[in-house]
């Protein structure tokens, strides 16, 4: 089992920034594909940024392509998601996403989310 910690949600107006961090637990957090998926109300969860296996490349969705970056720090078992030019349109529940592969199999982990509200 994989624990994932969401942080740094909050409300921000237009053209503001926020950072979210999303702590994991774990030995191996280097080898853990991780990602940020958000949902709207109304609207089902969709794909928001990851990384690839092995960490070396980066996704974006095409609405937050140039305003969000994700990083991570293994040390700190943390990923992160710096989000600038936010949009009222980003608002959204944003949840971190693990994805391991053991005995070929693949599994996901997901956290309990963190709400961003951006005010027009």
């Known amino acids: 089992q994989v624990q994932l910690v969401e942080s740094g949600g909050g409300l921000v107006q237009a053209g503001g920034s926020l950072r979210l961090s999303c702590t994991a637990s774990?030995?191996?957090?280097?080898?853990?594909?991780m990602g940020w998926f958000r949902q709207a109300p109304g609207k089902e969860r969709e794909f928001v940024s990851a990384?690839?296996?092995?960490?070396?490349?980066?996704a974006y969705a095409d609405s937050v392509k140039g305003r969000f970056t994700i990083s991570r720090d293994n040390a700190k078992n943390t990923v992160y998601l710096q989000m600038n030019s936010l949009k009222p349109e980003d608002t959204a529940v944003y949840y971190c996403?693990?994805?391991?592969?053991?005995?070929?199999?693949?599994?996901?982990?997901w956290g309990q989310g963190t709400q961003v509200t951006v005010s027009s």
């Open positions: 774990g030995r191996t957090f280097s080898s853990y594909r």
């Open positions: 996403k693990a994805s391991i592969r053991y005995s070929a199999n693949e599994y996901d982990y």
């Open positions: 990384f690839s296996w092995g960490g070396s490349n980066t």
